[in-house]
């Protein structure tokens, strides 16, 4: 196989960023670094002009982009989120998916099967994420309260027959059941999330022995510190920020949260246990005021965030996860190669991708966005063919 070498580029490695070495790429992976005068005659060479070499970014929350949701099972809407989030430089992506009929989440299941059996273009589906129907109805936010149910009511079975794709299972650690739901999930393989939760911290440490090793998007549809009497009780977020041993998403569109509450969460859990994620809507990609669907429920795009019709909650941002990039070293004040991380090899070790996504380093896939200064790519790579 020829040898590809990216010269005049800024590598983005995980510790820091190497100017003046050409990155190597030879049969879908990232053969190493060399310096310029080490390239032989038969190489292959493009001059990247100065601009960034980073790991393809890798959204372990997404829902959709567009319009289109991948709830939808419609080849054309996966089409279209997929490669919109590759035109991002986004090479890899959970697919995300929410409570909905039982019916229809299944039918929505094997439709991610099907689609990740075969070849496409675009982002590459590594599995699905699922915010689940068992979750609080207090912390249901923008998902359908009608589609919510317990879990020991037997339809987790049901679901878990597509335990082959499920990389991310969210659930309420609170609910009748849901503990040993949490043990039988990781003993599974997959990546238990406490989120849409009033639980308090006794539970959330109860869900830990038993699993639970993830929290999903800080700050929204999570309990925080109540009073009982005198006494404080703290929540899922004050566990989120504490305990040791989980990792935790954070939706960096700086409408969610405002830049004080990220910056408490990255000081409380650094870049190698806080995910920046999109948590996209079918609302990203669109014009102020367009509407759209998320579940069965109806959104707005208002002040650059989903909103619903009510203004009461959000429903999912707006805003795909190469324009959180800025956010975390601009707003945050977080170094580009902590940011990077943030958005790339947290989020692939989280799901338990990182020997082959979410860094430059030699074996891994040749998954790489090669950003102008704004962070929208000038090319998109994934397994080492251009996008």
């Not at 504490?242 to 000081?267: C, Q, W």
Request: net charge negative; hydrophobic share 45%.
């Amino acid at each position: 196989m020829s040898v590809l070498a990216l010269v005049g580029g800024r590598i983005a490695l995980p510790d820091r960023i190497v100017e003046g070495k050409a990155l190597l790429i030879e049969d879908g992976c990232i053969a190493g670094l060399a310096e310029d005068s080490e390239l032989g005659p038969g190489i292959e060479h493009l001059d990247v002009g100065g601009r960034l070499i980073a790991p393809g970014l890798v959204d372990m929350h997404t829902h959709g982009a567009l319009g289109r949701a991948f709830d939808e099972c419609d080849a054309r809407a996966w089409e279209l989120i997929t490669d919109e989030n590759a035109r991002r430089g986004v090479t890899s992506i959970l697919a995300t998916l929410v409570a909905t009929p039982l019916p229809d989440l299944l039918a929505s299941l094997d439709f991610a099967r099907h689609w990740m059996g075969s070849k496409h273009g675009g982002s590459q589906v590594l599995g699905v994420h699922l915010e689940s129907p068992y979750i609080s109805p207090a912390q249901c936010g923008a998902l359908d309260p009608a589609s919510l149910r317990l879990p020991g009511d037997g339809s987790p079975l049901s679901i878990l027959q597509y335990s082959d794709i499920l990389k991310v299972w969210v659930l309420a650690p609170e609910l009748p059941g849901a503990l040993d739901l949490v043990e039988t999930l990781a003993r599974a393989g997959i990546l238990v999330a406490a989120g849409h939760s009033a639980a308090q911290d006794g539970v959330v440490a109860a869900a830990m022995k038993r699993g639970l090793s993830h929290v999903t998007h800080i700050w929204s549809a999570m309990s925080s510190v109540i009073r009982e009497g005198p006494w404080r009780k703290p929540g899922l977020l004050e566990a989120a920020l504490t305990f040791d041993g989980l990792s935790v998403e954070m939706i960096a569109d700086n409408r969610h949260l405002p830049p004080t509450l990220m910056k408490l969460a990255y000081k409380c859990l650094g870049p190698d246990r806080l995910c920046a994620v999109s948590d996209a809507g079918s609302g990203a990609g669109l014009a102020e005021g367009e509407s759209y669907a998320l579940g069965a429920l109806t959104f707005e795009v208002r002040d650059g965030v989903g909103q619903s019709q009510d203004r009461k909650v959000f429903g999912g941002s707006s805003t795909l996860l190469n324009q959180m990039i800025p956010v975390l070293t601009e707003v945050v004040g977080i170094s580009l190669p902590e940011a990077l991380r943030m958005v790339s090899l947290t989020p692939a070790r989280a799901i338990g991708l990182e020997g082959r996504k979410g860094s430059i380093e030699k074996g891994k896939d040749a998954d790489l966005a090669i950003f102008n200064d704004d962070f929208f790519p000038w090319r998109t790579m994934i397994r080492g063919q251009w996008i």
